[in-house]
């Protein structure tokens, strides 16, 4: 089992920045893939951007590339989103996701799949008021 605890949600405006935080425990750090997902209300959850297990490997989402940025601390079995120039369409509820056998997930389509993820977090919110 992994549990995942995200944070740092909250409310900005046009332009502003966030950090969330996705705290993790129940399985080795290393051995884990890492994803953030987001559900805005009335869609489905779709996919942010993830990091490989090794830390080496990161991946996004067309519309927040050179935006958000993806990072985990081993030493602390944390991942992190950072979150800059957002705009009010990132508005959405966003998830924290691991993918428990991580050496066996390689590649975009592998990482942006939903399916591969084992395990969640219950969300944070995030809401860009223009």
């Known amino acids: 089992q992994v549990q995942l605890v995200e944070s740092g949600g909250g409310a900005v405006q046009t332009g502003g920045s966030l950090r969330l935080s996705c705290a993790t425990s129940?399985?080795?750090?290393?051995?884990?893939?890492l994803g953030w997902f987001r559900q805005a209300p009335g869609k489905g959850r779709g996919f942010v951007g993830a990091?490989?297990?090794?830390?080496?490997?990161?991946y996004y989402q067309d519309s927040v590339k050179g935006r958000f940025t993806i990072s985990r601390d081993n030493a602390k079995n944390t991942v992190y989103l950072q979150m800059n120039s957002l705009k009010p369409e990132d508005t959405a509820v966003y998830y924290c996701?691991?993918?428990?056998?991580?050496?066996?997930?390689?590649?975009?389509?592998?990482?942006?799949?939903?399916?591969?993820?084992?395990?969640w977090g219950q969300g944070t919110q995030v809401t860009v008021s223009s």
């Open positions: 990091v490989s297990r090794t830390g080496l490997n990161t």
């Open positions: 996701a691991a993918v428990s056998k991580g050496e066996y997930c390689s590649g975009y389509a592998c990482y942006s799949n939903a399916l591969q993820y084992d395990y």
């Open positions: 129940g399985r080795t750090f290393s051995m884990l893939g």
